[in-house]
């Protein structure tokens, strides 16, 4: 199991939890934890050990999910910011497009590029005291970095009120704007991740994959007509097709069907 400093990461059959874990700086992105996180969803990605890792959950300790950037990091040298800077659109485009599903699960706030987190995922649950907001131009910055994502989240329009005013808004406007699909009372947001996981847990692993990659690729424009042929043709001659008809037609589960997620419940770090 990989270790970290400012994260930590479990791993418990096709169930992984990243934490973030900075409480007492309100889990700010500090450049260490960019770079953490960074690794972390590559070795998630790239690492043949993670292969039959389905779902990820990106959680926070404490009471705050991600406080946005450490302001504390602008005091270094200007090529230093540079390099680090640029790894985080690196990590935003790595979570975005993780082969896993990402489920996002907050509480407290998640402001600037801890919005930018929830823009990534795929799934985002918030219990009843998640906040949200962009607020670097009230710092006299810009959410230059998290914009690609927050645009592509929440459109154009509800965006540019969003950065032009800095106002922070609760978990029925994220809901009602699609930045998050589920809320909850925090107490609750843990079951809430469980429900969903059992849903992500019932389709084939990879499929799930490739799921990933066609909603990138066909979002990213042009003719994808023989990609998208090759890639059904290459899925309905495989053998997650063959066990999902058969078990289909038993009424039974297919074989990679998991019905009970209880030992990936509130799994300890490792």
């Known amino acids: 199991m990989e270790r970290f400093e400012t994260i ?17 700086a309100r889990n700010a992105l500090s450049f260490a934890m960019v770079e953490e996180l960074l690794a972390c969803f590559t070795v998630l990605r790239d690492d043949p ?8 959950v990106l959680c926070a300790n404490g ?3 991600c406080a946005g950037g450490d302001l504390r990091d602008m005091t270094r040298p200007t090529e230093e910011q540079r390099t680090a800077l ?17 489920i996002a699960r907050i509480q407290g706030a998640a402001l600037g590029g801890g919005l930018g987190l929830v823009c990534v995922s795929d799934i985002a649950i918030a219990g009843y005291s998640a906040s949200f907001g962009l607020p670097e131009a009230q710092l006299g910055l810009a959410p230059a970095l998290i914009s690609p994502y927050v645009l592509a989240r929440l459109g154009f329009t509800r965006t540019r009120e ?4 800095g106002v922070r808004f609760d978990y029925l406007s994220a809901h009602s704007w699609g930045l998050i ?16 996981l059992r849903d992500v847990l019932r389709a084939a692993p990879e499929a799930l994959r490739a799921c990933k990659e066609l909603l990138f690729t066909v979002a990213a424009g042009g003719d994808t007509l023989d990609y998208r042929v090759g890639l059904l043709e290459r899925l309905r001659t495989g053998e997650e097709a063959r066990q999902g008809a058969t078990a289909f037609l038993q009424k039974q589960p297919a074989p990679w069907v998991i019905e009970r997620i209880d030992d990936f419940d509130d799994a300890e770090d490792e």
């Open 181 to 196: 699909q589920h809320y909850c009372a925090d107490f609750e947001l843990d079951g809430r991740v469980r429900a969903v």
């Open 49 to 56: 050990a993670y292969r039959d890792v389905r779902a990820v």
């Open 63 to 65: 009471k705050t999910f």
């Open 8 to 24: 930590t990461l479990s791993v418990k059959g096709p169930v992984a939890r990243v934490r973030l874990n900075r409480p007492d």
């Open 162 to 165: 969003l950065m032009l005013t």
């Open 86 to 102: 640029a790894k985080t659109d690196v990590l935003l485009q790595a979570i975005n497009q993780a082969p896993q599903v990402v």
